[in-house]
């Protein structure tokens, strides 16, 4: 597995972006892929996760309703759409993939083992 993430940049405030993650390294048919992000200062946080095989879903509260996690086969890419994005939304992002996890563990950071470099999205106000 060899993820590689993409698609940040600056946006204003209630702008949109969408981070891409893919595999170089082979399909994701057997994983759970994750996006966490890192503000300065701060821990690595869940944003949203995926089960490739059954296009189930989670999110974290703080981007419910205003972020989305797709998958797109044809590409071996997950996508995160940000939408109505705000200032604390300031982080750099990261994929992450693990193909043994249960869903109770998809918030977990510590339980993925395959992990991408980060993107960076500031949003200024």
């Known amino acids: 597995v060899q993820l590689q993430a993409y698609g940040g940049g600056p946006v204003q405030a209630g702008g949109s972006l969408r981070l891409s993650c893919s595999n170089s390294g082979g399909t994701f048919r057997r994983y759970v892929v994750g996006w966490f992000r890192q503000a300065p200062g701060k821990e690595r946080e869940f944003v949203a996760a995926?089960?490739?095989?059954?296009?189930?879903?989670a999110y974290a509260d703080s981007v419910k309703g205003r972020f989305t996690i797709s998958r797109d086969t044809a590409e071996n890419t997950v996508y995160l759409q940000m939408n109505s994005l705000k200032s604390e939304d300031t982080a750099v992002y990261y994929c992450?993939?693990?193909?043994?996890?249960?869903?109770?563990?998809?918030?977990?950071?510590?339980?993925?083992?395959?992990w991408g470099q980060g993107t960076q999205v500031t949003v200024s106000s």
């Open positions: 995926i089960k490739w095989s059954a296009q189930h879903t």
């Open positions: 992450a993939a693990d193909s043994t996890l249960i869903q109770s563990s998809w918030r977990m950071s510590t339980q993925y083992d395959f």
